[in-house]
């Protein structure tokens, strides 16, 4: 298998421009890293011959690219204005909420867990 480096190259070697290439190399770092880390921007720029700072400029102006890490899911919901006139606005409400609502449910549920482990803790130390 080839180097992240040279498969940079090969897809430089496409392109005119080497500027033309940096969309396709970004991408290509971030399904080696799973989101652009500051290590990725690095060894992007590197292969592409610039700066980091360019190539985080570049990540930064879209949205297919990420600068953070995120979630094993992505959901997208269109808010143009024909999704509009359709109900996206309810749709992405409805999703907020939803999603609010699991990430309080996991909250409750770790707290629920730590005070049972300090609780089974402070009793074995009652034991001893």
């Not at 992240?4 to 399904?31: G, H, T």
């Not at 652009?36 to 292969?47: G, N, Q």
């Not at 700072?53 to 919901?77: K, T």
Request: hydrophobic fraction near 40%; charge should be positive; charged fraction near 20%.
């Amino acid at each position: 298998m080839s180097t992240y480096y040279e498969e940079v190259q090969e897809i430089k070697a496409q392109y005119p421009n080497w500027r033309s290439a940096a969309l396709p190399a970004l991408r290509l770092a971030q399904e080696k890293h799973g989101y652009l880390t500051p290590e990725a921007l690095r060894e992007c720029a590197d292969a592409l011959g610039t700066t980091p700072a360019f190539c985080e400029a570049v990540a930064s102006f879209y949205d297919m690219l990420h600068l953070a890490p995120i979630g094993r899911h992505m959901v997208e919901v269109c808010t143009n204005v024909s999704c509009a006139l359709v109900g996206a606005q309810q749709v992405l409400e409805s999703l907020s909420r939803s999603s609010a609502s699991a990430q309080a449910k996991r909250r409750r549920t770790a707290r629920s867990r730590s005070d049972r482990s300090s609780a089974s803790a402070a009793a074995a130390g009652r034991r001893s």
